[in-house]
């Protein structure tokens, strides 16, 4: 039996969301695929950094 992948979006793109993305990196069943910031460099280095096509200004 497979197990369920969730698909998480992360609203801000600072500190804290770096944090969150690293701990997600380690769970097989966690995809990351949007992102949404205001600030287009943080947006934009967070979704590069991660590989997340999806990039919102905002929610």
């Given at each position: 039996?497979?197990?369920?992948?969730?698909?998480?979006?992360?609203?801000?793109?600072?500190?804290i969301?770096?944090?969150?993305?690293?701990?997600?990196?380690?769970?097989?069943?966690?995809?990351?695929?949007?992102?949404?910031?205001?600030?287009?460099?943080?947006?934009?280095?967070?979704?590069?950094?991660?590989?997340?096509?999806?990039?919102?200004?905002?929610?």
């Amino acid at each position: 039996m497979s197990e369920t992948k969730y698909r998480v979006g992360i609203i801000g793109c600072g500190s804290i969301a770096n944090a969150h993305a690293i701990g997600y990196q380690g769970v097989d069943t966690v995809e990351i695929v949007a992102i949404a910031d205001p600030v287009d460099t943080a947006r934009n280095d967070f979704g590069n950094r991660y590989d997340i096509d999806r990039r919102y200004h905002d929610a």
